[in-house]
């Protein structure tokens, strides 16, 4: 089987990807039916990186995949290389896809001299050559106005939904967002699920203190239900394992943690397993090995969502009817015709 499809007359699409997370990029093109296009990739013995395509791109429209994950900073250059290389060689087009885009968070100055990262990210992404950038989950929609390109803003809430849905007592569940940031996605999942109450956690954030904030109450009805809090990551977990305890204080029966990115940095897997939590529910955008993962965690993957919007960029179809769901075929392999 070729690495690169023939799809419509003068159109090939290539998927590569870097070293962070290899089995997410196999899987992505298992339901492409297609394969990973092989490179050749390793470090200098100054911790400098090599990148190499083994075979022609000419022409192609190339997907870099890459993991942001630990270490965030070796995969991202990794990547820029590898969008260099691309343009290099002649790439028809080239599309990053980065399941959960590092830096995201760091969107706006809080204070006086600081910088707005994740809008360096998407300048180097576009200054190594990319022309269109594929992620989930941003953690603010209004980065996208960062980058002078399409940018395919793919949501998990499909994956997330089709897994929660016959899991939840409908008539007795509400749906928490954690602060207040997250109260449209916290509306849609509430509207998608019938019309479920909602209530949000007031809470203060620290600027001066990474991952740290402070609850200070619930605006919502929780007392006596089964709650489902919604975030867009699950770093550190502290600010999580605050909602869970200050719901848990108010009266909730159960609480439920659903996030897109599950980072779980430093002390986030003792915390989340003293949190209480009925059931922590994660997808792979980065990679969860199986030291953090708890007996009550369910980890889904990611990849037929990212193989679903490769092939509607790669086609020239609407990325935006994913937001109702995944294509048919992605719930099993397909076959590239």
Request: proline share 6%.
């Amino acid at each position: 089987m070729s690495a690169v499809l023939e799809g419509t007359p003068d159109k090939r699409l290539a998927l590569v990807t870097g070293r962070a997370y290899p089995e997410q990029a196999e899987e992505t093109a298992h339901y492409l039916g297609t394969e990973v296009l092989p490179t050749t990739a390793y470090d200098f013995a100054n911790g400098e990186m090599y990148v190499r395509y083994t075979e022609p791109i000419r022409g192609a429209d190339v997907f870099i995949m890459q993991a942001h994950t630990e270490p965030i900073n070796k995969w991202i250059m990794e990547q820029l290389i590898m969008i260099d290389a691309a343009k290099r060689a002649s790439a028809r087009s080239i599309t990053v896809v980065a399941p959960f885009f590092g830096y995201s968070r760091q969107d706006k100055k809080h204070l006086g001299r600081e910088p707005i990262t994740a809008k360096l990210m998407f300048s180097l992404m576009q200054a190594a050559g990319a022309e269109r950038v594929m992620t989930v989950d941003l953690h603010a929609a209004q980065e996208q106005g960062f980058f002078d390109g399409p940018v395919d803003h793919l949501t998990a809430m499909p994956i997330l939904l089709d897994y929660m849905r016959d899991r939840l007592p409908l008539d007795n569940t509400t749906i928490v967002s954690p602060d207040a940031g997250r109260i449209k996605v916290s509306e849609q999942w509430a509207a998608k699920l019938g019309g479920l109450p909602l209530a949000f956690i007031h809470k203060t954030r620290d600027t001066t203190r990474p991952n740290h904030a402070v609850a200070h109450g619930i605006i919502g009805e929780v007392k006596g239900r089964d709650c489902v809090v919604i975030d867009d990551m699950i770093d550190t977990a502290g600010t999580i394992c605050e909602a869970v305890r200050t719901l848990h204080e108010h009266g909730a029966k159960s609480v439920t943690l659903v996030a897109t990115h599950g980072l779980l940095s430093g002390p986030a897997i003792e915390r989340l397993k003293n949190s209480g939590a009925k059931e922590i529910v994660l997808t792979d955008t980065v990679p969860i090995p199986e030291e953090k993962r708890l007996p009550n965690m369910t980890v889904l993957s990611a990849a037929p969502l990212l193989a679903a919007g490769i092939r509607s960029v790669f086609e020239s179809r609407s990325v935006s009817n994913l937001l109702n769901g995944l294509p048919e075929d992605m719930h099993t392999r397909h076959i590239y015709a």
